[in-house]
């Protein structure tokens, strides 16, 4: 059974960074296609960034530039470098697989 668990949300100053963590267990990160979905308040969950199997990444256009998804397949695990951050970023972010979900790590953008 694949199971996911995000780490590394917090309150970060505009213009600053995070990094985003996704522990995998169940299938390995480098056969799947591994997501990054955020849902702020108010608002529809929406797909940030994803990466398959052949590392392929892609990007929703507010954050291209700014976020990197990557992932450690020695240690399973996914990774959401975030940058440059702005109050619009601030939502809980998901990590995804199929139709798997993390319970959610939340991130606040404010000065």
């Known amino acids: 059974q694949m199971q996911l668990e995000e780490s590394g949300g917090g309150l970060v100053q505009p213009g600053g960074s995070l990094r985003l963590s996704c522990a995998v267990s169940?299938?390995?990160?480098?056969?799947?296609?591994m997501r990054w979905h955020r849902q702020a308040p108010g608002k529809q969950r929406e797909l940030v960034a994803s990466?398959?199997?052949?590392?392929?990444?892609n990007y929703i256009e507010p954050v291209k530039g700014r976020f990197t998804i990557s992932r450690d397949n020695a240690k399973n695990t996914v990774y959401l470098q975030m940058n440059n951050l702005r109050p619009e970023d601030t939502a809980v972010y998901y990590c995804?697989?199929?139709?798997?979900w993390g319970q959610g790590t939340q991130v606040t953008v404010s000065s």
């Open positions: 990466i398959d199997a052949g590392g392929i990444t």
């Open positions: 169940g299938i390995r990160v480098s056969f799947g296609n």
């Open positions: 995804a697989s199929f139709t798997t």
